[in-house]
């Protein structure tokens, strides 16, 4: 965690200059640059924010987050760099943008009526609810009189605070107790661990955590969808705010940001809780057998091992006799062409299975146009693998005929399905696929992808999976769904995001 005691000296010296400066002007006759223009001056936007996933978090390729990368598209709009700076928590926050420390706050707090005297509040496009939590072996909390007399435990200055504080003016007797040393995750493994009974959370971070924490279930809502904001002082004067505003506008017109919520929300729907704890059992117990392989022949392939070894669970459960009724087979399940056309002649030995699967997924890789930005190109390259090239690109097709755009998931990912009905596949070059199955196809390794970063990269998380203590299952006891079944689970909550159309 970055210590902010620095950054507020630095906050401070800034603050005396501009009094300084202010002076200078008056004497002068000059009238004061606004908050735009000193920005601009200085060439740096300054923010201030939390760890978390639906926040800011340091990735192994640099800073990342939903909020992180629309500050960060910001501040290229306006010609200048972004020097973010990490609080503790919420309080923290809250404080530096009262003394006008930072000129926008991304703290995942949704607009509330006791902002509107402290802070201009910016809609990022995202809707949050306040859920209730708790722990699948105890009774289900059917409403708020059910938690009368349960400890109800919330982060600090969060949004949840001013819901239940509303429902506390009927049930005097209700109680909550705020953490500040804890974050959603936090909360979450206590309440997965049976620490804690019961616990309120925003439903976008549960979104985004909920894989990890499969013993965690939703009990109901405090409050109808908000919106999450950004803060920024009042102190300002209307320029950044009016700024802040016209660049969402934008994002929003031209989809910028509808495609960013797909590919930071847009996949979390895949896992159920049988499905999830599979998963978690066969990382810990079945991928250390293969682990050096996908390790190895992704880096021969210049591969992310974690996606290759994500395809090889989607594919085989990570079994290295696995064979499906189609005849294909193996750990990457490769068919016959495919093993011959990349040169294994063993499609049941993981090493020559996974060696083959890293190749074919590279070669299918830099078949996909260039322009295509990633994080879509490998969605693009996924759905190939499973659908066919030619497939994807009747589905591309008829996503550009419809006025959308060829080169995003979010949006060829509505067509590829209507490859399955004789009404739009007769009107394509290659006609019949199940084309719904690469859209599962993507989404499931997009989401077990996410749990072995979590599991495998502790840069990732404030609190990893990998301490939970999980039952010692064995492979005999453990239901596994059938190679490339849909693993759906409960949608997330409202997120103000429009689901595909399949």
Known sequence: MISLMPQLKHFRTGACWLAIAS???????????????????????????????????????GPAGFEYELAKSFADSLGVELRVRVAEDNTEILSVLDRNYAHIGLAGLTDAPEYDNRFRTVPIGLKSQSVVIYNRDMAKPENIEDLVDTPIHVIANSSHIRYLQELQAEHPDLTWQQHAELDAAGLLKRIESGELQVAVVASNELA??????????????????????????IEQDDTLYEAAQGFFSVLEADGT????????????????????????????????????????????????????????????????NAVSPTGVRGMMMLTLNTADYVGIDNRLDPAQSVDGGARYFSMVHERIPERIPEP???????????????????????????????????????????????EWYTKTRFGYARGHEPVIYVQNIRRYYDVLAWMKDPTQASEQVASQELPDLTDDVLTEPPLGSDERSVLPRDLGLTPPTL
């Open 23 to 61: 002076v200078v002007m008056i004497t002068s006759g000059c009238s004061r640059p606004s908050t735009l223009e000193e920005i601009r001056s200085e060439g740096v936007l300054h923010v201030i924010t939390r760890n978390a996933p639906s926040v800011y978090y340091e990735h192994r390729d």
């Open 376 to 422: 879509d190109r490998t969605w693009f390259a996924l759905a190939s693998y499973n659908v066919g090239y030619g497939h994807l690109e009747d589905a591309r097709r008829l996503t550009e005929a419809a006025g959308k755009n060829p080169d995003r998931w979010m949006d060829v990912k509505e067509f590829l399905p209507l490859l399955a009905q004789k």
């Open 208 to 233: 985004i955590n909920h894989v990890y924490f499969p013993a965690v279930k939703e009990a109901f809502t405090l409050n109808d969808p908000a919106r999450l904001v950004w803060l920024l002082p």
């Open 257 to 320: 940001l509808d495609q960013l919520k797909e590919r930071y929300y847009g996949h979390l729907d895949r896992l159920n809780y049988v499905g999830a704890r599979t998963f978690v059992h066969h990382v810990r117990n079945r991928l250390p057998r293969y682990e050096d392989l996908f390790r190895d022949h992704a880096q021969k392939n210049g591969l992310d091992w974690r996606l290759l070894a994500a395809i090889g669970y989607q594919e085989s459960h990570w079994r290295p």
